[in-house]
Structures are given as structure tokens and as C-alpha cells.
């Protein structure tokens, strides 16, 4: 309990937020590092993810190159790339972009399959486009789960991003580093709480968006069936 | 009245998950926790005879060299007819110093600079001498620290060959003389070492900056100094990668460094004959020869064990 305690202070202490090697720098570049990751991986995974989904095509190549990707240990990404791109972002990005997109590209094609298939057609009968049934049924009706699949992602990379630190770009995983090899272990300590404090802040700004996106339509159906 | 499934509410949901994530993340990196201890003992291989008390046990720690080292030890010692167990790939100082001092590990290969830094950061001792006559003064009585080998593996200031002859380098003075500025890839604690940026200021008055890469001198720092994406790195003085990149290590005439030259530490346990055998192998482990264990086992892939008997057949100890 001593050394939390010894962690708590840590985080308090005004001195360690100021300057470019401050808590407050730190946690903004590592929050960037976690938005970056999830844009790039987004960019790929959901359109791929939409596709499958509404075609119902390549269905077992996305599992099988998700489940691939989750696999990967992300140190091992981080060297492997690192030892080709060299030291610097693009290595711990392109191992956290492969962290992220499983989820996303799960949580894609799943949210389009979870859409009940009489609603597609009834879409459809009524004279919707191929574009027109994707957007205005697929994607709102899909949305929220597409949310959780982000959610899950951000919480990976949020707690992985600590690894870019590994070869030198920076973020809160500079504390862990520093602090396990000069055995200040309130700092490594301290560095982890604020990792967990941002994953919480993230993960309870997910699940709001989450409900946000559940649509008005599908809200009122759930009350219906609830009474 | 059946019981209905109970739903947690929402913040402890997300708690547990987190709780779950960050477990799996510090798991992740667990080869190097510091509080765990990981010492992962390797089953001495073939010493069915002797009790555990007569056995001589020997730690390494979690490096691969210092247990090439260590295993050139075990088999000089076990060749002399000794009963040896071995305990390798044991974390750091602060985890295998105090199992040395209970008398659980008898013998550990160890670095005689930051050794004597770890007991005594306030020494003066620079030279190879002085750290060892100092490390005699400052170890725990029930501890002694046998003779040095010539072989040491210590931090360095490298650079390419390229950098080294375009501003005429040969010693850490000279980088006085470069005007860009100068960067130096290192782990993150290299910042707070006494050789560090700070110290290296100092003594040779050179301005650097640290670029961290936390492989410990490894593959990543040595890519960063060839692409030139920092003009320094710190390498240990026992890495092969310093000769197959061709680079060139700064002469450090003042000392900044600590000489690290390997110095076997043994309990009580390690008496006159067996401490012989120890300092007959420390005696004919040069650098050039702890380099070239050392690059058998990064590029060939051979186990320490292997590399041991090799070594040993070749220098006449077993």
C-alpha cells in the first residue's frame, strides 16, 4: 500500500506536470498516439468491416485475419518494425494500428449482421437503393455495436501505447520505462495510474457515445417490447 | 422465486474490465518486473550425487552474457569434480544480491563498477585497481569478491566509422569538435547515470541529448545510430554488433565510465580450491574472447551451455 500511496504523490506533485517531459505533455502525446491509432485503423477496418457485412462476402477472411492480427504480440511488432522503419512513431503506430483494427472490423461486420434481415428487406421492397439500404438501415442500426468494437479497440491501445516509449517517441510509457530501470517506483507506478485514470475517462466516454447512437427508432421498439 | 441474473452497474462494469486489462498488460512486460523477482531456475543438469548443502549454486542474471559466464563457471567447477546447481536469468541487483548474502546463491558473475556503485555510489575508485581493492572494503562480510577477468562489459560511447572520420573522433574529448548537435541513443535511465548526458558535460564538456530506446544497446539503438537518426550510442563494451557494424567506441581517457570488468562474487560456501578454479577461467576470459562468446550466441544461436564446453575444451580448463 506504501508504494500506491508513494505513487499517489507522485501524480500530485505540481513539479512533475510542468515542462515537455511533464505529466500534462506526456498524457496529450500519449492520448494522441491512442486517437492517431484508432483514425488509421478506423480508415481501414470499417469500410473493409462494412462490406463484408453487407455483402456477406470474404466473411471468413476478415475472422481469420483479425483473429491472426490479435495474436501478434505487440513488443514483438514494435521491434520487428522498428529494426525496418526505425526508431521514431511510425513503429509503435503500426503496432498499435494492428492492435486495433480485430476490434473494429469485428464490430463492423457483426453490427450489419446483428441488423434484423426484415428490415433490410422491407428497405429494399420499399424501393431503397443498394447505397440508400447501407446508409440509411446498416450503418445507423449498426453504429452502436460498431461504438463498442472503437471502445474495446482505444482501451487496448490506450493501455499498449506505453510501449512507444520503447523506441523513443515518447508518450506516459517514458515513465514506466525510466522508473523500472531506477527502481523509482513511485514514478513507474504513478505513470501506470494515470494510463488507467485516461483508459477509465475513455472507455466512460465510449459507453455514452454508445447509448448516444442507439437510434431513436430502435429505442422506442425496445420501450414497446420492455411494457 | 427465481433469482434474477444480477446486472453490475455500469462503473463497476468498466472497472472490472479495466481491472482485467491492466492485469494482462503488466503480465505482458513481466520478464522485467521488478517486483515480482522471476527467478527462473534451470534444473542443474546431471548432479545426482551430493546434497543440496555440498552443491555449489550458482546465480546469473537476466542477461544473456552474464550467463554464458556464469555456465563457464558451473562446468570448470563441475569438470574439478565439484557438485554444481544452477539458478539462472535472475532479475536484478536488488533481487539476486540479497539471496547472495542469505547464502542461497554461492557464485554470481558480476560487473565490478556498478557492483561497487550499488554498495558505494560515493566511491572515488576509477581504475579496474581501485574498484576491486575498493569492492573488498564495502561487500557484506560473508561475501568476497574473487580476482577480475580482463574481460569487461561496460557502457560506451559509439559512433560509425563514417561520423568518426569525418570529424576526426577517437576519444569522447574530441566530440568538442562537431558542431551539429549531438544526440545519443540509450536506454531512459542513461539520463540519470553519472556517465550520462551530465556527466559527459562534465568531464569532456560535450553537450548531448538522450534519445531513449529501451533496448538496452540492442538491435533498435543500433539501427537508430547506423540511419543516422542519432549521432552517439551507448553499447555495451561486450557487444558483438560493435565489430559486424563496424562503429567506433570513444576512448573515455578520464574515466567517465566505470571499468565493468567481470568479477565473480562467492559466499563462504566457495572454498580455496573452488575459488581457484573460478579465477583459472576469469584468468583466460579476455574481451576479444567474452565478445566472441558473446557473438556465438547472438548470431549462431548456441545455447551457454554448449558455448561453455566449447570454450573450456578450447582453452585447456576442462
Known amino acids: 500500500m506504501n508504494q500506491l500511496w508513494e505513487a499517489l504523490l507522485w501524480c500530485l506533485d505540481p513539479s512533475n506536470w510542468q515542462g515537455p517531459a511533464g505529466i500534462g505533455a506526456r498524457s496529450l502525446e500519449h492520448l494522441g498516439y491512442t486517437a492517431l491509432a484508432l483514425v488509421i485503423a478506423s480508415v481501414i477496418a470499417v469500410p473493409v468491416g462494412w462490406w463484408v457485412g453487407h455483402t456477406g462476402r470474404g466473411r471468413g477472411v476478415a475472422v481469420a485475419v483479425s483473429g491472426a492480427a490479435r495474436a501478434l504480440p505487440t513488443l514483438g511488432v514494435v521491434t520487428l518494425m522498428g529494426l525496418m522503419l526505425g526508431i521514431g512513431l511510425a513503429a509503435p503506430m503500426t503496432a498499435f494500428v494492428v492492435l486495433a483494427v480485430p476490434s473494429i472490423l469485428a464490430a463492423a461486420y457483426a453490427g450489419f449482421e446483428a441488423v434484423d434481415r426484415q428490415v433490410v428487406d422491407a428497405a429494399r421492397a420499399q424501393g431503397l437503393t443498394e447505397a440508400q439500404v447501407l446508409w440509411r438501415v446498416e450503418v445507423p442500426l449498426g453504429l452502436p455495436l460498431l461504438i463498442g468494437g472503437l471502445r474495446s479497440a482505444a482501451l487496448q491501445v490506450i493501455a499498449t501505447a506505453t510501449l512507444a516509449a520503447y523506441v523513443g517517441a515518447g508518450g506516459l510509457g517514458r515513465y514506466l520505462f525510466l522508473g523500472l530501470k531506477t527502481q523509482d517506483y513511485a514514478m513507474m507506478l504513478g505513470g501506470s495510474l494515470i494510463v488507467v485514470l485516461l483508459a477509465i475517462a475513455l472507455d466512460l466516454l465510449f459507453a455514452a457515445a454508445g447509448r448516444a447512437a442507439v437510434p431513436r427508432g430502435v429505442r422506442v421498439a425496445r420501450q414497446g417490447q420492455a411494457q | 422465486m427465481t433469482p434474477q441474473p444480477r446486472r453490475l452497474p455500469f462503473a463497476h462494469r468498466s472497472l472490472l474490465a479495466l481491472a482485467a486489462i491492466s492485469a494482462v498488460a503488466l503480465t505482458g512486460c513481466g520478464s522485467s518486473d521488478p517486483l515480482g523477482g522471476g527467478a527462473s531456475g534451470s534444473a542443474g543438469g546431471g ?139 540509450a536506454n531512459s535511465e542513461f539520463e540519470t547515470r553519472p556517465y550520462g548526458p551530465e556527466g559527459l558535460k562534465e568531464v569532456y564538456g560535450v553537450d548531448v541529448s538522450l534519445v531513449p530506446v529501451e533496448d538496452s544497446g540492442g538491435p533498435l539503438t543500433v539501427k537508430a545510430l547506423v540511419d543516422g537518426d542519432v549521432q552517439l550510442a551507448d553499447i555495451y563494451s561486450a557487444d558483438p554488433s560493435i565489430q559486424s557494424q563496424d562503429l567506433v567506441t570513444l576512448k573515455d581517457p578520464e574515466n567517465l565510465i566505470l571499468p565493468q570488468n567481470v568479477t565473480p562474487i562467492v559466499s563462504e560456501a566457495v572454498d580455496e580450491d573452488a575459488a581457484a578454479v573460478i579465477e583459472e577461467v576469469n584468468a583466460q576470459l579476455s574481451a576479444e574472447e567474452l565478445i566472441d562468446l558473446n557473438r556465438q550466441s547472438v548470431e549462431d544461436q548456441s545455447s551457454s551451455a554448449d558455448l561453455a564446453t566449447a570454450w573450456l575444451a578450447e582453452q585447456g580448463l576442462a
Not at chain 2, 137 to 164: G, I, K
Open chain 2, 47 to 185: 548432479n545426482d550425487g551430493g546434497s543440496a548443502g555440498e552443491a555449489i549454486v550458482i546465480g546469473s542474471q537476466q542477461y544473456y552474457s552474464n550467463e554464458i559466464i556464469a555456465e563457464l563457471y558451473a562446468q570448470a567447477l563441475e569438470a574439478e569434480g565439484f557438485t554444481v546447481e544452477r539458478e539462472y536469468q535472475i532479475g536484478q541487483r536488488e533481487v539476486y544480491l540479497p539471496e547472495l548474502e542469505s547464502g542461497a546463491i554461492d557464485v554470481l558473475p558480476e560487473y565490478s563498477g556498478n557492483l561497487l556503485q550499488y554498495y558505494d555510489a560515493e566511491s572515488a575508485a576509477s581504475t579496474p585497481e581501485e574498484i576491486h581493492a575498493a569492492l573488498a572494503e564495502v561487500l557484506p562480510e560473508n561475501l568476497r569478491a574473487l580476482e577480475p577477468a580482463e574481460a569487461t562489459d561496460q557502457d560506451s560511447y559509439n559512433v560509425t566509422r563514417e561520423f568518426a572520420e569525418e570529424h576526426s573522433l577517437t576519444t569522447l574529448a574530441d566530440l568538442q569538435n562537431v558542431d551539429e548537435p549531438l544526440t545519443v541513443a
